[in-house]
């Protein structure tokens, strides 16, 4: 049960870089979100994409791109890192269309930007 | 504007000693509330789904409750391996969660 799969785990890099973190859930979930933790802030929705073909911005979505490949795939881009984007970066997969669904998360990017 | 705060931020129990970790929200259009555990260097972990007021849901030491305006998780009799971060998330439109802060737990024996 592989459930959802992030890669990169860690990656430093430098201002101005880009990047592209990977997403894949394995459950057949219409959903999926990207979200960022930081401490003090809590996880905050960056972007998500309620089925496959849709992407809708989220709280904090500057400066960050995403696609929703297939329906078992959702890539974030970051085009030109910045240090405020140091973080760690969650994807969560979720079934839509039924009251209360909880969402399933990855084990998470720990990324770094210098 | 929806809102989610948990409080206390951070809770030090001695091994037994029984608490309870809160959640308060203003959201409209509720159609669920979340929680979540979380240990350090982990993705959150789905604990338990309340969906309307009164509703209670039980797993091992951990029980969940809900109000109209806040959400409680009892933890009776904790241990060590209770020790953790417990995140309060609240759905509404598309069932997208959005999360409160988090309530850091530490049990010790």
């Known amino acids: 049960n592989a459930g959802v799969t992030q890669t990169p785990k860690f990656q430093v890099l430098k201002t101005g870089q880009s990047m592209t973190l990977q997403c894949a859930q394995d459950m057949n979930h219409n959903s999926m979100y990207w979200y960022r933790q930081d401490p003090g802030m809590g996880l905050r929705l960056i972007y998500y994409s309620a089925s496959e073909g849709t992407t809708d911005k989220g709280e904090v979505p500057n400066g960050y791109n995403v696609s929703r490949l297939n329906k078992r795939e959702f890539s974030l881009r970051l085009e030109s890192a910045a240090p405020s984007q140091t973080s760690v970066y969650f994807c969560a997969s979720s079934e839509r269309g039924q009251v209360g669904t909880e969402a399933f998360f990855g084990q998470g990017t720990r990324l770094t930007v210098v | 504007e929806d809102q989610v705060t948990q409080s206390p931020e951070a809770l030090r129990l001695q091994e037994g000693e029984s608490s309870s970790l809160n959640c308060s929200y203003t959201?409209?259009?509720?159609?669920?509330l979340f929680w979540y555990r979380q240990d350090p260097g982990k993705g959150p972990e789905f604990l338990f789904t309340l969906y309307s007021a009164g509703e209670e849901k039980e797993k091992e030491r951990l029980k969940a409750t809900l109000t109209k305006k806040e959400s409680f998780l009892h933890i009776t009799a904790p241990k060590p391996e209770d020790s953790a971060t417990y995140l309060c998330a609240v759905g509404k439109r598309s069932y997208i969660p959005t999360f409160g802060r988090g309530t850091s737990l530490i049990v010790h024996p």
């Open positions: 959201v409209s259009g509720l159609r669920g």
